[in-house]
């Protein structure tokens, strides 16, 4: 199983990637104190976004998390869990941005769940 999707300019050069798998692939997400919510079978986590510079500004993130939830509905998931930056409660530095930001989730029909851990970091979540 592939541990991510990517998506491929016109020219055919690789230009972004986003991590998706099994919560329980990544055991930091169990200590992290931004993944609040806990385990349970199905659940996926989009963890991770690289966009190329150059190729960023132009909706590759919308296209990477619709990989990604397609991904992981085609392995099982029946919820995918993401950690994103709300860039409306503070300008993020372009390294938070590997997180993604949470218009990209809510555009793609995520929710938020839980108390935030941190006032710019929410949970968000995805039925499948």
């Given at each position: 199983?592939?541990?991510?999707?990517?998506?491929?300019?016109?020219?055919?050069?690789?230009?972004?990637?986003?991590?998706?798998s099994?919560?329980?692939?990544y055991?930091?997400l169990?200590?992290?104190?931004?993944?609040?919510?806990?385990?349970?079978?199905?659940?996926w986590?989009?963890?991770?976004?690289?966009?190329?510079v150059g190729?960023?500004?132009?909706?590759?993130?919308?296209?990477?998390?619709d990989?990604?939830?397609d991904?992981a509905?085609?392995h099982?998931?029946?919820v995918?869990?993401?950690?994103?930056v709300?860039?409306?409660m503070?300008t993020?530095m372009?390294?938070e941005?590997r997180?993604?930001?949470?218009?990209?989730f809510l555009?793609a029909g995520f929710?938020?769940?839980g108390?935030?851990?941190?006032?710019?970091?929410?949970v968000?979540?995805?039925?499948?």
């Amino acid at each position: 199983m592939p541990p991510g999707v990517l998506v491929y300019d016109a020219a055919g050069v690789p230009s972004g990637w986003c991590a998706v798998s099994p919560r329980a692939d990544y055991p930091r997400l169990t200590t992290y104190r931004i993944a609040g919510t806990d385990d349970e079978d199905g659940l996926w986590a989009v963890t991770c976004f690289l966009v190329r510079v150059g190729a960023r500004r132009h909706g590759l993130a919308d296209a990477l998390l619709d990989g990604a939830v397609d991904l992981a509905r085609r392995h099982g998931a029946r919820v995918v869990e993401a950690y994103p930056v709300d860039t409306t409660m503070r300008t993020a530095m372009a390294v938070e941005l590997r997180h993604g930001p949470l218009s990209v989730f809510l555009r793609a029909g995520f929710r938020e769940v839980g108390a935030r851990a941190a006032p710019a970091r929410p949970v968000v979540r995805l039925a499948v």
